[in-house]
């Protein structure tokens, strides 16, 4: 059974970093393409950043030069580094894993809280 465990969140001020790690159980993290996306209040979740099988990144504009996504294929950990946090990252940050051995198929963490506040 495949679980993703989002951790890291929390409050902090503006300016201030944050390290969010998403540990993925069962066979699938080094095949699947790892998703950070966000969810603020009275928003549509957004993708955050992207990390492919071979490592290529992309992130949203709002994130670049700001957050760094990274992934640790022997510790089937996604991470997302994030730094200079504003409050317009406020929201619930979810992982999301991308598989398409035998079809394509989509698993969720359950997301973790964070608070930029000023």
């Known amino acids: 059974q495949v679980q993703l465990v989002e951790s890291g969140g929390g409050s902090v001020q503006v300016g201030g970093s944050l390290r969010l790690s998403c540990e993925v159980s069962?066979?699938?993290?080094?095949?699947?393409?790892m998703y950070w996306h966000r969810q603020a209040p009275g928003k549509q979740r957004e993708m955050v950043a992207r990390?492919?099988?071979?490592?290529?990144?992309s992130y949203a504009d709002s994130v670049k030069g700001r957050f760094t996504v990274s992934r640790d294929n022997a510790k089937m950990t996604l991470y997302l580094e994030m730094n200079n946090l504003a409050p317009e990252d406020t929201a619930i940050y979810y992982c999301?894993?991308?598989?398409?051995?035998?079809?394509?198929?989509?698993?969720w963490g359950q997301g973790t809280q964070v608070t930029v506040s000023s």
């Open positions: 990390i492919g099988t071979l490592g290529r990144i």
């Open positions: 999301h894993a991308e598989n398409f051995i035998g079809g394509p198929q989509h698993y």
């Open positions: 069962g066979p699938i993290f080094s095949t699947s393409n």
